[in-house]
């Protein structure tokens, strides 16, 4: 199984920018997803996750108005459509998945992509 984030760079404060994870798994044996994001020195923290069915999400206060976390299914995606972004927001961004397996799920991570937010 692989996670890979794509959106990632660098933009002016009050810009925005879209991420995109993709996860090589066959469709719809996915669960719950979610963005988490760390910054230098500081712990990894969730930023916002997103339930099978798409219809329920949750957000860090942080991100509450800006950020917006949607999936595909059948895409094995989801999406982070972040907007007004803040310097303080700069951090590394993962994806996280819950992959169903036959007796139980397993937790995934991706890589990362780098988002920088110039002053």
């Known amino acids: 199984v692989q996670l890979v984030e794509s959106g990632g760079g660098l933009v002016q404060a009050g810009g925005s920018l879209r991420l995109y994870c993709v996860a090589s798994v066959r469709p719809f044996t996915i669960n719950n997803m979610g963005w988490y994001s760390q910054a230098p020195g500081k712990q990894r923290e969730l930023v916002a996750t997103i339930r099978r069915g798409g219809g329920r999400t949750k957000y860090a206060d942080t991100g509450k108005g800006r950020f917006t976390i949607s999936r595909d299914n059948p895409k094995n995606t989801i999406y982070l459509q972040m907007n007004s972004l803040k310097p303080e927001d700069t951090a590394v961004y993962y994806c996280?998945?819950?992959?169903?397996?036959?007796?139980?799920?397993?937790?995934?991570w991706g890589q990362g992509t780098q988002v920088t937010v110039s002053a």
């Open positions: 996280n998945a819950d992959i169903l397996i036959s007796d139980g799920e397993v937790d995934y």
